[in-house]
């Protein structure tokens, strides 16, 4: 099994189907702070609904259609940083997160992320890379910022959260806008 270091205690692996129970504890712990703009915790409601989630990302790793990532600290799942959609042929994809409370404001996420966006453009030669994101998930909009991206709009009440209709802002980088991005995501992870 691989794994490279956040630093401070903290990796990045492969999540997979045989993480279940740990993923579920995992939301279990943040269930209200992650649900609060995503549907995950609604996914993930038991262990049969882990293993659901986390086989879906077995299948689109294996067509190349995606892929997920844990976030440990210390030994135990926080988070997970994943790769929603990918296709190779348009050179584009859309990332995503999510984290427990506990983990949260540490720069856990940007720090993840910059490995995953090296990757995806320079390994795998995509061209755009999305993160999309509630109108009002003011840390994940902050994460955006910090890895470089540009605010292209926002799709207005596209996503129904909660008994509500919620807002999604579209946030990119480019892959020539990445070195100079990148840059500036270096000095936010520290």
């Given at each position: 099994?691989y794994?490279?270091s956040?630093?401070?205690?903290?990796e990045?692996r492969p999540?997979?189907?045989?993480?279940a129970?740990e993923?579920l504890?995992?939301i279990?712990?943040?269930r209200a702070f992650?649900g609060?703009?995503?549907?995950l915790?609604e996914v993930?409601?038991?262990l049969?609904?882990?293993?659901a989630?986390?086989r879906?990302?077995?299948e689109?790793?294996?067509?190349?259609t995606g892929?997920?990532?844990g976030?440990?600290q210390?030994g135990?799942?926080?988070?997970g940083?994943?790769f929603?959609t990918?296709d190779?042929?348009?050179?584009?994809?859309e990332?995503?997160c999510?984290l427990?409370?506990?983990?949260?404001?540490?720069?856990?996420?940007?720090?993840?992320m910059r490995l995953?966006?090296?990757?995806a453009?320079?390994?795998r030669?995509m061209?755009?890379v999305e993160w999309?994101?509630a109108?009002?998930?003011?840390?994940s909009?902050?994460v955006?910022?910090?890895?470089?991206m540009?605010?292209e709009?926002?799709l207005r009440?596209?996503?129904?959260?909660d008994?509500?209709?919620?807002?999604t802002?579209?946030w990119?980088?480019l892959?020539?806008?990445?070195?100079?991005a990148?840059?500036?995501a270096a000095q936010?992870?520290?």
């Open positions: 099994m794994a490279i956040l630093g401070e205690g903290a990045l999540l997979e189907i045989w993480h129970e993923m504890a995992n279990d712990r943040g992650i609060r703009h995503i549907g915790p993930v409601a038991d049969d609904g882990a293993r989630y986390l879906s990302y077995g689109k790793r294996a067509t190349d892929a997920l990532h976030i440990w210390d135990t799942l926080v988070g940083l994943l929603r990918w190779t042929p348009s050179g584009v994809c990332a995503g999510w427990e409370p506990a983990a949260a404001g540490r720069g856990l996420v940007t720090r993840g995953l966006v090296d990757w453009f320079g390994t030669g061209h755009r999309r994101v109108t009002g998930n003011q840390p909009i902050n955006a910022r910090r890895l470089g540009t605010r709009g926002v009440e596209n996503y129904p959260h008994g509500e209709r919620t807002s802002e579209i990119s980088v892959a020539p806008e990445w070195p100079t990148r840059e500036g936010h992870a520290h």
